[in-house]
Each structure stands twice: as C-alpha cells, then as structure tokens.
C-alpha cells in the first residue's frame, strides 16, 4: 500500500445507520461481520423494530411521522456525535439521497457513506445530470427543459408548445427533481400540452418542493434496465451487471432480476461501458445504479443516476457474490474497490419479488394491521431480506413492504419456477399481501418468454383481482 493511499484511508468502527426496516437490518448485518459497533436511529413507533434489537444502541428521536424522525438529519447527526459513531449509513429513502444531510456529516465530522454532496446534487437534478451524460457521451433520450411558468404557475403557451413540438410526439413530461411516477404525464398530442405541464408541476411541487418539469420522447414499451456501479476514492470505477426492471406497477418496481432476458454479451458490453463513464464523468464514490430505458430497436438512453444502494441489490449480490454493503463501507475508508472489472463473473439468475401489506381488490390500498403469522420459506438458493417479525404492526406511517424474496437459480426458468415455489410456502396473516398477484405475474406466459416492458403489468394484468 503506498503512503498516499494509505493517508486517504480513515478506518471505521461504529456506524449509526439512518434508516428503518429490512435496509437497516440489512447494513446492522453487514457492519457486524465487519467487527463494526452499530447504532439505530428508531422513530417512537419502531422503537421495539428489529433494527433497534439488533443494533448496540438504539435511540428515539422522534414520533412516527418520518417527517418527525427518520427525516431530522439535525438530530440523526446529533445521535452519532451523542454515541460516538464515526460514520452515518444512509440506506435507500428518507435522507439517502439528500446532499444537504451528507454536507452536514462530513461538517460534523463524520463519514457519509455514500458518495460526495456535489455528485448527489448534480444527480439529483435531472437536467443537469442529463448534461454531464451527453458531455461524456452517454446516450440520452431527445427532450428539453420547459421554459418557467408565469408567477400564477401557467405557462406560456406559445413557448411550451414550441419546445414540445421540437422534441416531438408522444412525449413525457418529467420532474427535474424527485422520480417515483410523481410529475410525470405522458402526452401524445399538441392540444393537452400546456394543461399537462401544469399539472405535473403542480404534482412536482407538492411532492419534491420544486415544480421544475422537462420534455422527453416517449419510447414505446421500453425495458428499464439498469446497471449496478461502483467507485472509489482513487479512480477506479467498475459495473456489476445489470439488473432488468421493467415490471413495474405506477412506475415503481416490483419484480427485478438479473441478467436481463434481453441483453446479449454485446449488448451488456455497451451498456455496461456507458453506466461505467457515467460513474467515471463525475469521480464516483460508493455504490451507484445507472438506469437506462432500452427501446424495441436495441437502442438505449440514459435515464437517471441513483446515489444509493437500491432496494433491489440483492440480486446483484446473488449472481456476482459480491457484499454491496460491505465494499461501500470499505470503500468509504478509502480503501480501493475489491474487485477489477475482468473479475466480475455472474453466475446463474437471480430474481426478487417485494412482498407487500396490500390489497390488489381495493386498488392496491396499503394494508394496515398485526402480522399474526409470518412464516417465511427458506431453502437453496432463497433469501429474504425482511425487517419485520411476527406480531409487529404495519403502519400507516411507512412504506408497506414486508420483506424482499430474492431467488437463485442456474438459470431464469429454474430462478422463475423457485420464486413461485417460495411464494406458495410464504405464510402471511393478520393483513393482505400481494403473494397472490406476484404468483400471477410470474406464471403469466410472456413473463416467462421473458417479453418484458415498462408496461407490461397493465398489457397483461390491468384488471388483475384474486
């Protein structure tokens, strides 16, 4: 290790991690088998959650309401200062992706582990980030930022309706701050433009405190693949595969799996190259996803970076063998990357279906109640990452995601048939689930023929009902 190196590194030894359920178990895990102390940040309703059970020291800091505690980034970074923590894990959510939370552990003192507060912020901000991708020669999809809107929030109709004309239709308007479906309209002609624009700003607005929008052409039934990065402090920058996401319920995820049915070894090279530049184009640290849409024709276009673990890692980790969470602790030291690109090998299929506390009859309305009974199914080549116990409530205050199944096979049909064996075995009582909806999606034929899109789920299953 030369001296240079060496002076970059700063070892840690207590993580206070900044998040709630099965991502914070997930991290506690991971910090333990590296011989690091642990401290949960809980809210009053998780004060008893498996978090604060498996962590050294769990603190309250607020009521239920995230807004009151897991969002308090004054009083996340109080608590570690209070604990001695010498690092903050910011998991996926709430404040993962916040630049002004990660500004403020590195002027605490502390170590964000995560990439830089400059990074983020350019991420975070659509359009800019759209600039750096054509600059370092990533591919992305035609569009154009609208110009602002009248001090009453309408826009000039003229203006927009030349820019949209410019970038032609069907388009989508998109938030330039935030993601999730939230201000997004897809508009397929010139008369619904200007009304479109301003409900999606209005939508932008309320959920993310900006209501910048931008234009993009609408590709037709694209796949969402998207591939995991990986940086570190001194230059190098690698690709873990890619992850195919397309099934996707109101634009949130809901199957992934890994490799993508639709990818050939040129294909993935290509992709893999351009996610690689986008990490490189601006020096990232830690673990990163480069989303890209795929169209028809084998042509793909940057989407948007995400500064973070994502929820669906563990397929990556199940067919590269690799600890997401651990190299992002390591390289968060400092230390280089664990692996060289030539030495990143997938081995077989990985699928991950998100179980969920919801009721597809009632519009997928969140599910509220005791888990009552909770019996997991375990066996090769199946894993759960999950955050709960039996009797514990899900509230109305949270996401409703009861545990990710993640499933291993030698390839796709074998991962497929095992994922629907796991869910037969899952046992969930005292609120409904999405087991049986899953089980549909799976079993459906062109989910097996892997013929996936971006809107399959309303194609093939629009009317879905137990």
């Not at 970059?8 to 914070?24: D, Q």
């Not at 929820?311 to 590269?320: G, I, M």
Request: hydrophobic share 45%; glycine share 10%.
């Amino acid at each position: 290790m030369s001296n240079e190196q060496f002076e970059t590194e700063r070892p840690i030894s207590r993580v206070l991690v900044a998040n709630r359920g099965e991502i914070a178990v997930r991290v506690i895990r991971a910090c333990r088998e590296l011989g690091l102390g642990t401290v949960a940040v809980c809210s009053e309703a998780d004060r008893d959650a498996l978090p604060a059970r498996l962590a050294d020291v769990a603190v309250v800091i607020g009521p239920a309401a995230p807004a009151e505690s897991y969002l308090r980034g004054d009083r996340i970074i109080a608590v570690a200062r209070e604990t001695d923590a010498d690092a903050v894990h910011p998991g996926y959510g709430f404040l993962a992706e916040n630049a002004a939370f990660a500004r403020a552990c590195g002027e605490a003192g502390l170590v964000f582990i995560g990439p830089s507060p400059d990074v983020i912020a350019k991420m975070g901000e659509k359009t800019a980030a759209r600039a750096i991708m054509e600059q370092a020669g990533v591919p992305v999809v035609p569009g154009a930022l609208l110009p602002a809107p009248d001090a009453d929030g309408s826009y000039p109709a003229a203006a927009v309706q030349a820019v949209c004309d410019g970038v032609g239709y069907p388009l989508m308007i998109k938030a330039a701050f935030g993601g999730g479906g939230k201000g997004m309209r897809l508009v397929t002609s010139p008369d619904r433009v200007v009304a479109a624009c301003e409900a999606a700003a209005r939508e932008a607005r309320g959920a993310f405190g900006d209501g910048t929008v931008y234009v993009e052409k609408f590709i037709d039934r694209p796949r969402h693949v998207e591939f995991q990065v990986f940086g570190d402090r001194h230059g190098n920058h690698v690709h873990l595969c890619e992850r195919e996401c397309s099934i996707q319920r109101r634009h949130q995820k809901i199957i992934e799996e890994s490799p993508s049915p639709a990818l050939d070894q040129a294909l993935r090279d290509r992709m893999g190259a351009a996610a690689v530049a986008a990490a490189a184009a601006v020096d990232y640290e830690g673990a990163g996803t480069v989303e890209f849409l795929l169209g028809q024709d084998g042509a793909f276009y940057f989407l948007e970076m995400n500064t973070r673990l994502q929820v669906e890692h563990p397929v990556t980790e199940l067919v590269t063998g690799a600890d997401l969470v651990r190299a992002q602790i390591r390289v968060a030291e400092g230390r280089p990357l664990p692996w060289r690109q030539e030495d990143i090998r997938p081995r077989g299929h990985a699928i991950e279906c998100r179980l969920y506390a919801e009721d597809p009859a009632r519009g997928f309305m969140p599910s509220l109640g005791r888990l009552l009974v909770l019996d997991e199914p375990s066996g090769p080549g199946v894993r759960i990452d999950s955050g709960v116990r039996r009797g514990d409530e899900v509230s109305m205050h949270y996401d409703p995601m009861i545990a990710k199944l993640s499933l291993h096979g030698d390839d796709r049909r074998a991962a497929i048939d095992r994922a629907v064996a796991a869910l037969r075995r899952y046992a969930v009582l005292g609120v409904t689930t999405n087991i049986a909806y899953l089980l549909a999606i799976l079993q459906h034929e062109a989910f097996r023929d892997g013929a996936l899109h971006t809107g399959f789920l309303d194609e093939h299953l629009p009317d879905w009902h137990d």
